[in-house]
């Protein structure tokens, strides 16, 4: 089949996806392709814009799972190429087919705008869409969003931590911005953070960093890095040891309601062990410059070829 065969097929299957999916996702759809389209055509590479078209969707897409996060960017992405014409459109095609394919298949792919700086679409439509995915991505297990260290940090942290948190961002982050604030969505059933998705997750970021280098590392804040969370969930014990030894810096900050109930969801051993009053839900914030996480990244066997042939 032709390349325009594949778009053509791989569009349908994403159509088909949307045809049968919730009102609230055809909802989702329709709101950011107007947002899209109501660009004003000469300010479609405007930070404001882009910013306008991030936050609707985040704002649209918070409740809904990666994969159908992943399948509403990739039949955004598919109808905007619809605009695009030669000679442009063949490279297009040539590039983001295969995201559009994994999303069909309801699998990661690393996004072609995130992973292309140099991509700078003439396709009206594409543009403020491509701006707007490198604002917000996803890599692996985790999103991606190009935002700045809370300042609010500064004061929730906690006795000596905050010392250490502003000696962080003074020495080794060298500013509050930008950064990355990575987030994970709730997951089915089922579906669990592991050590080997962590990673994959990991190496993800760091080839995207590879490619801006103006940003200063990656934040986020959970009840993950409670350092006693081994003792109720030992598969999780790995990441506050993989962060301390590796140039992260973790600290406590007050946990609120949403942070206690992301904790207790989807585990029976921590709601179990909340009941009996032996596990506490706590809150960390945790940074990883940029240059400890792509040391740690260069290290991991097997992958050293992998990050330096994505540079």
């Given at each position: 089949?032709?390349?325009?065969?594949?778009?053509?097929?791989?569009?349908?299957?994403?159509?088909?996806?949307?045809?049968?999916?919730?009102?609230?996702?055809?909802?989702?759809?329709?709101?950011?392709?107007?947002?899209?389209?109501?660009?004003?055509?000469?300010?479609?590479?405007?930070?404001?814009?882009?910013?306008?078209?991030?936050?609707?969707?985040?704002?649209?897409?918070?409740?809904?799972?990666?994969?159908?996060?992943?399948?509403?960017?990739?039949?955004?992405?598919?109808?905007?190429?619809?605009?695009?014409?030669?000679?442009?459109?063949?490279?297009?095609?040539?590039?983001?087919?295969?995201?559009?394919?994994?999303?069909?298949?309801?699998?990661?792919?690393?996004?072609?705008?995130?992973?292309?700086?140099?991509?700078?679409?003439?396709?009206?439509?594409?543009?403020?869409?491509?701006?707007?995915?490198?604002?917000?991505?996803?890599?692996?297990?985790?999103?991606?969003?190009?935002?700045?260290?809370?300042?609010?940090?500064?004061?929730?942290?906690?006795?000596?931590?905050?010392?250490?948190?502003?000696r962080y961002v003074a020495i080794r982050l060298c500013g509050f911005?930008?950064?990355?604030?990575?987030?994970?969505?709730?997951?089915?059933?089922?579906?669990?953070?592991?050590?080997?998705?962590?990673?994959?997750?990991?190496?993800?970021?760091?080839?995207?960093?590879?490619?801006?280098?103006?940003?200063?590392?990656?934040?986020?804040?959970?009840?993950?890095?409670?350092?006693?969370?081994?003792?109720?969930?030992?598969?999780?014990?790995?990441?506050?040891?993989?962060?301390?030894?590796?140039?992260?810096?973790?600290?406590?900050?007050?946990?609120?309601?949403?942070?206690?109930?992301?904790?207790?969801?989807?585990?029976?051993?921590?709601?179990?062990?909340?009941?009996?009053?032996?596990?506490?839900?706590?809150?960390?914030?945790?940074?990883?410059?940029?240059?400890?996480?792509?040391?740690?990244?260069?290290?991991?066997?097997?992958?050293?070829?992998?990050?330096?042939?994505?540079?």
């Amino acid at each position: 089949m032709s390349l325009e065969g594949d778009f053509e097929a791989t569009r349908a299957s994403l159509e088909a996806i949307l045809d049968h999916s919730p009102a609230e996702t055809h909802l989702c759809v329709g709101r950011l392709a107007e947002r899209l389209a109501d660009a004003p055509q000469g300010e479609r590479n405007d930070p404001a814009v882009i910013a306008a078209v991030t936050r609707e969707r985040i704002a649209a897409t918070r409740d809904l799972s990666g994969d159908t996060v992943d399948a509403i960017d990739a039949l955004l992405v598919a109808r905007s190429l619809e605009t695009a014409t030669e000679p442009e459109r063949g490279r297009l095609l040539h590039a983001w087919l295969p995201y559009l394919a994994a999303a069909v298949r309801g699998e990661f792919a690393p996004n072609p705008a995130v992973h292309d700086p140099r991509m700078e679409p003439r396709a009206p439509l594409l543009r403020p869409l491509v701006g707007s995915m490198r604002a917000y991505f996803r890599a692996g297990f985790y999103w991606c969003e190009r935002s700045g260290i809370p300042r609010r940090w500064m004061v929730l942290a906690r006795g000596r931590h905050r010392i250490r948190l502003a000696r962080y961002v003074a020495i080794r982050l060298c500013g509050f911005k930008p950064i990355w604030q990575t987030h994970v969505r709730k997951q089915p059933p089922g579906v669990h953070l592991t050590e080997e998705v962590f990673i994959r997750s990991h190496l993800e970021i760091a080839r995207a960093l590879k490619r801006y280098p103006d940003i200063r590392g990656i934040a986020s804040s959970s009840w993950f890095y409670d350092p006693e969370i081994g003792a109720v969930s030992p598969h999780l014990a790995f990441i506050r040891d993989l962060l301390a030894s590796n140039g992260g810096l973790v600290f406590e900050i007050p946990c609120d309601e949403a942070m206690r109930e992301n904790a207790l969801y989807a585990s029976r051993a921590r709601q179990r062990a909340y009941a009996e009053g032996v596990y506490r839900p706590r809150a960390f914030a945790r940074l990883w410059s940029r240059d400890a996480l792509l040391r740690w990244a260069e290290r991991q066997s097997g992958w050293q070829l992998e990050i330096a042939t994505s540079a």
